[in-house]
Each structure stands twice: as structure tokens, then as C-alpha cells.
């Protein structure tokens, strides 16, 4: 069984257990971890700079140079690099070119959707080693993996040739997100509190709704504009209508996905055109059983079936959304959970192990291809 190395320069990240999630779906490559930085132990093989190698640790970061990590992987010897985010695929291509493993990188959004004067703006020097080395990525990695078709065409506007790019969809653990009998009479929401989320245009939408049914809004996340939107709550006359729950947990929000009778995500594309890349957390509520609401942005799309898992909505527009939340809310229990087993059936048909099997089919092409080379 050969291994595969995975690489994102800081890890984990809570919102990030889909890396997680997809390396444990493996079936015929063991996964090592690899970092500059980790923030929690991880139970499987890691490299990475401790914590102590503070001169190490600047050494990569400006010069993608590191004696320890090469010395990790010429110990476990992967026989490919998978890295996640083209940033961090950058930080990790001259190690990888210098022993030879071929590498491919899977970007997630916004890699390929911010303008690259907003990725200067950021000042974080990984994000400034890949403007400088942007152009020498899309040349010398093997290949690339869009996580939707819309992704893909993004990463082929930004400059990456198509020949080198295969679209594949991570996929959602089907059997940690299982339908429950109980449904509850909520709607769930689960976003950051930012601007691009659209959780203002949600709280438009239910106000006008409102009124008719006697059900809650329940939304899960914390951001910059919490005072704003619990604010705009209040304007709206519904302040009592909505749950703010915070940030929570992975298990609570499955509890709460399981249990909702309806998952709206309401994102919108931002000033520089970037919005959600797919959207894994409508394919969560779909496994769960659960009629979705997406506006039609991005690659979310991608993640429902209109009018027959879920519909979708014209992004930011406050009537379409309430007019999709009026049908949904006043249909009977029994067509919500008809709605919501068709969703099963579609996440089913993308549940992780599936889609994990198809990366290895992916990885096997680029090993074979690199070799030949």
C-alpha cells in the first residue's frame, strides 16, 4: 500500500475536516500528514516543524526550504503529494520537485477566485509566495483538482491549461449524517457572519414569511457583523423568531442538521467575484435527510437537484428566497421528508468512500504519468 502525503501548510482547522475526512475515506493509500505548522494532534504519520525550530520554521516560510520536512518525506517516501490550496501547494513544490514526488493540488476557491491584488492585501506570506510563484505552479505541478465544475472553469480563467485539471467532488460521510425520524419546526442556518454569506438576505426572507407559520430560525456561526445582523433581526420584528447559537461544535451542528426541517444557505459572491466553491454543507443536510435552499451561486448548484432535493434562489434577491421558504414551510411534514430522502438518494450517489476511490484512480493516473516522464 503506498502513501500519499498531505500537505497544507497550517492544520487542522475545524472548517477544514473535509481534508480530514477524505484522507481516512482512503482505501489503497495510507495518508501522512504534512505541515509547518500543527495545531492539534492528528491520529496518523505527521512531519512537521516543531514548535522549537522557530529559525527552521522562517527558513520554509521565506525560502520553501525545510531539512526537516524533506528528511519526512524521504522517510516515508510517499509516492505522491496531494496539497490542499494552491497557496500552500507553492510552499511544498520545491521539495517536492527536489525528490522527485509528483504533486497535485486541489484549490477550494479562493485561490483562483480572489483578484490577485486582494491576495497581495492579505499580507500573509504564503499568499505573497504564491503571486510570486503563481505562473511556475500551473506549469510544473502534474495536476490540479477542481472541486466542481464551476471551480474548474475558474481555475482555467485564472490561467491553469484544462488538460491538467480533473473535477472531483470530495463527497459527504453518508453514514455520520443519517436522517432522524424527528423533525423539527426550524430552519437552519449555518454560515460565518460575513457579508458573503447572505444571512442578512435570509432574515429579509423570513420576516416576510414569518407570520404565516409558527417556526424558528435557527442559525449557527459567529463573525464580524453578529451586532449587525442581531440588529437587523430586531428592525425586521423577528428577533424572537431567531437562535443565535454562536460557533458549535461538528457534532452539535449534525445534531441540529439532522433535526431541522429545512437548510437554507443564502451566500452571495462578494466585491471580487469569489462565493462558495460547492458547498459540502448542503450534501451534509441532503444525507440527513433534508430539503435544501441554495442561492445559485458558485458551485452550489452542483450540490442540490432543483425541485427535487431542495431549490434554488436568485442570488441576494429577498422575494425568490421567501417565495422557495413559503413552499417549503407550508407543505406538509410527510412532502418534506419525501423531499429529503430524494436528497438522501443524491448524496448517496456522492458519499465519500465513493468519491475516495475515484481520487486513487486520479492519484494512480498521475503516479503512472510522472513516471513515464
Known amino acids: 500500500m503506498r502513501d500519499v502525503a498531505y500537505y497544507r501548510t497550517t492544520m487542522p482547522f475545524v472548517s477544514e475536516s473535509f481534508i480530514l475526512e477524505q484522507a481516512h475515506s482512503l482505501h489503497n493509500y495510507n495518508a501522512l500528514f504534512v505541515c509547518r505548522d500543527l495545531k492539534a494532534p492528528i491520529e496518523a504519520d505527521v512531519v512537521t516543524i516543531d514548535e522549537l525550530h522557530k529559525y527552521e520554521r522562517m527558513k520554509f516560510t521565506l525560502l520553501r526550504q525545510s531539512a526537516v520536512i524533506k528528511q519526512g518525506l524521504i522517510q516515508h517516501k510517499p509516492a505522491i503529494i496531494h496539497a490542499h ?26 485561490d483562483t477566485q480572489m483578484s490577485r491584488w486582494s491576495l497581495f492585501k492579505t499580507r500573509k506570506p504564503t499568499n505573497w509566495q504564491y503571486l510570486l510563484n503563481e505562473r511556475s ?17 475558474r481555475m482555467i480563467e ?14 459527504v460521510d453518508t453514514e455520520k449524517f443519517q436522517p432522524l425520524m424527528h423533525q423539527g419546526k426550524f430552519i437552519l442556518n449555518v454560515s460565518r457572519h460575513v457579508k458573503v454569506k447572505g444571512i442578512d438576505v435570509l432574515l429579509r426572507a423570513f420576516a416576510k414569511v414569518a407570520a404565516n407559520f409558527d417556526w424558528q430560525l435557527v442559525q449557527v456561526g459567529a463573525g464580524t457583523e453578529t451586532l449587525q445582523l442581531m440588529a437587523l433581526a430586531k428592525e425586521l420584528g423577528i428577533e424572537q423568531r431567531v437562535t443565535w447559537l ?6 452539535e451542528v449534525k445534531r441540529l ?11 452571495m459572491p462578494d466585491k471580487n467575484g469569489q462565493t462558495e466553491a460547492f458547498g459540502i454543507v448542503l450534501l451534509e443536510a441532503a444525507a440527513s435527510g433534508v430539503p435544501v435552499i441554495a442561492s445559485r451561486s458558485g458551485g452550489m448548484p452542483e450540490a442540490l437537484l432543483d425541485q427535487e432535493t431542495g431549490f434554488l434562489f436568485e442570488p441576494g434577491n429577498v422575494d425568490d428566497l421567501a417565495e422557495k421558504l413559503d413552499c417549503v414551510l407550508g407543505q406538509t411534514s410527510e412532502w418534506r421528508n419525501r423531499m429529503g430522502r430524494a436528497g438522501r438518494d443524491f448524496a448517496l450517489s456522492l458519499d465519500i468512500r465513493k468519491q475516495a476511490m ?6 494512480d493516473q498521475i503516479i503512472d504519468r510522472h513516471a513515464n516522464c
Open 358 to 363: 475515484l481520487l486513487e484512480n486520479i492519484y
Open 137 to 153: 505552479l500551473y506549469k510544473n505541478a502534474d495536476a490540479f483538482i477542481a472541486v466542481s465544475q464551476y471551480m474548474r472553469q
Open 246 to 251: 454562536g460557533a458549535q461544535p461538528h457534532t
Open 257 to 267: 442538521m439532522q433535526e431541522c426541517a429545512c437548510y437554507v444557505q443564502a451566500s
Open 158 to 171: 485564472r490561467g491553469i491549461a484544462d488538460s491538467k485539471i480533473f473535477t472531483h467532488y470530495i463527497g
Open 85 to 110: 490550496f494552491l497557496p500552500d501547494a507553492v510552499m511544498i513544490a520545491p521539495i517536492a520537485k527536489k525528490l522527485n514526488i509528483p504533486l497535485i493540488a486541489t484549490s477550494h476557491g479562493f
